[in-house]
């Protein structure tokens, strides 16, 4: 019996050929190279790297190709024949189903030019349906287009099984940076960046942050189809290198050695967040804290603390104002400030045992509460541990729904950088513990409320002037620091703790300032 010798034998004694009209294949080569021991007569090439013309007798030259002959071949595969030594006997190659097989490696030969897809890789794409560049494009388009690349990334190692992050990283930036180059100078429906708004939630260590984005702004009919989310980079901050270090554990493990070191990454990440959320399709981004609160609040803390010296935050401060003014995209056009004691944020971190956070203390969230306060609830310099609250200015007074218009102040005082100066924020309660999926009217009141923020803050920002015309119209009115969850006014008289927890601020002092 004759032993058949393959085609593809003529095509592994012609290296010159393959060099000459498929340098883009070489990587491949070793596919096909015979290894010792291995039968010969079994080695052939993908269906997509065989080609030829229509017929298929002995006649028929075949030989390498290129990928786009290749792809115009097509289904021809299904006409050729393999000779059987003996009885000059032929039949089809492949069956439906190998047909199928040999459809998809056709299509993703392609996926080998894309950095960080091997034949690994490869293969575990197309296992899942992915045979081509253009579906992996369709899914960025659907899935992740505007949102942080976090999150195709998790996507591939996930649901793919992409083992090594780095790899994932590689894919997601070639199909984004496709995509993008795709979209330049078309017309899409995304929102032009003069146009669309950007809100930082900010809020102590556990106020509930995450139950708001996920929870009330991706569940709710009134935000679902206004926002994109972009939360916390948490997951940069535990795997960092490719030695996977946990640079947030480190910091709360070792503060004094870590603080500096975390807060520069912080800010790093942040930056690297707001660049990959930039071209987003959604009128409203919401990202979680930003790098004011870094610097207002979180840097304050481990520099009073000690675990950050005079040196390395001015090395700090040196760095973060010249960068902020350079990049526009870090400064919001709001504030969404979500507010709670700090025996409820400590309780709720018990709750949700977060491994890196083992080592907070009540005392450390006291401390943060307070920085917030200070800072979204801003000093008019009146003296230590007095706050000014800044009535919206009386001509914006009808502008403002009902719901939101006792919980909408700006940010200003001397020790407010710059950009932020004049910035609305709007104080939500979350005090309370709601189990939204009982309550679905608190949710929606919630979600009204940011709405109606975005509709304030869009008008303000179209019409600037209006409010500069009249802003010596605007009044104000002292309180005292907030002590162990409370507020107090001057001469010692207690704010009603109905209008505490309602957060009904201006319209409470002002009445009781008067009587």
Known sequence: MHRLIPRAASFLDAPPLLSTHLPALRLVGPLLAARPGRNPSRLRPPPWLRCGGAGSGPGARRGFCSLDAAKRRGDDTEGEEQRIAGGGESRPVLDRRQRSRGDVAMGSGELLAIPGVGPRNLKKLVDKGFDGVAQLKQLYRDKFFGKSSEKMVEFLQSSIGIIHKNHAESITLFIKESVDEELKG??????????????????????????????????????????????????????????????????????????YTFQNYVFVTRVMQEKESSSGMKPLRLMERSVFSDRMVFVRAVHEANWMNEMEISIYDSWFDPVVSSLPGLIPDGFIYLRASPDTCHKRMMVRKRSEEGGVTLDYLRGLHEKHESWLLPSKGQGSGVLSISQVPVHMEGSLPPDIRDRVFYLEGDHMHSSIQKVPALVLNCEHDIDFNKDIEAKRQYARQVAEFFEFVKKKKEDPSAESSNSDKSTNKQIMLPHRGSLWVSEGSHLPESALNSLNFIRAMSSFLSA
């Open 186 to 259: 078309t017309d899409t429906p995304k929102v032009s960046n003069n146009k669309r708004l950007t809100f930082c939630v900010e809020g102590n260590i556990s106020v509930g942050k995450t139950t708001f984005l996920q929870r009330i702004a991706n569940e709710t009919i009134e935000l679902r189809d206004l926002v994109e989310i972009v939360p916390e980079p948490i997951a940069k901050w535990q795997d960092v290198g490719p030695d996977h270090f946990n640079i947030l554990d480190a910091f709360y493990a070792e503060p004094q050695r870590y603080a």
